[in-house]
């Protein structure tokens, strides 16, 4: 009985968690951060404005939040895709865990744009290292421990970190301002340039 009343105590505040995340989302993408207060996204969430703070500290915080929320949504969706997949080799998963990736930012522009080029290592290295996303971490563990490289484990952690970077900042660059190319172009040259990193 005690176990079933906290379970509905923690799903209830998971439910308002959310409500404040989504409502920070419409309003940071309609109005900008700058110009939402948190008076607005208490209102829109419909909650009290104390209850905001039992779950973040200030804006600053539910934006991280919600960064990460919305980093790990795309990375659990790849890792989905991926396992439904049989591939010749690790680096052609990792190819298609990458390429996934970038196709989702690019039909998610508005997302992409919120995000700006802070879907990277920052938040990736988060991601992993969060304890409730236990299935995004063992991925990252899988690609690295699999993946058969000249490189040195800690070398590849760097390697992985470079390559995560460069998608991230060129992705975002093509995908939003057509920079230097638009994405179409962009992309088939960036995944043979990290072939040939984690191949050579």
Do not use: C
Request: net charge positive; aromatic share 12%.
């Amino acid at each position: 009985m005690l176990l079933r009343k906290e379970g509905r105590r923690a799903q209830k505040k998971l439910i308002k968690e959310n409500r404040l995340l989504d409502a920070a989302y419409s309003l940071f993408i309609e109005k900008g951060i700058t110009a939402t207060a948190i008076d607005e996204i208490v209102k829109k969430a419909g909650v009290a404005k104390g209850t905001f703070y039992l779950y973040f500290k200030d804006k600053e915080d539910i934006l991280e939040k919600l960064i990460l929320k919305k980093s790990s949504e795309i990375v659990r969706k790849a890792l989905q895709e991926v396992s439904t997949k049989n591939f010749p080799t690790t680096v052609d998963k990792f190819l298609f865990f990458l390429e996934y990736i970038i196709d989702y930012l690019n039909k998610n522009k508005v997302l992409f744009r919120f995000l700006k080029k802070d879907f990277s290592w920052v938040f990736y290295k988060k991601i992993t290292e969060n304890e409730e996303l236990v299935e995004i971490k063992e991925a990252k563990e899988m690609f690295l421990k699999n993946l058969t490289t000249k490189y040195s484990d800690q070398e590849l952690e760097m390697v992985i970190f470079m390559i995560l970077e460069l998608v991230s900042s060129l992705t975002y660059s093509s995908i939003v301002n057509s920079e230097p190319a638009p994405i179409e172009k962009v992309k088939p040259l960036l995944l043979s340039t990290i072939r040939k990193i984690l191949e050579n």
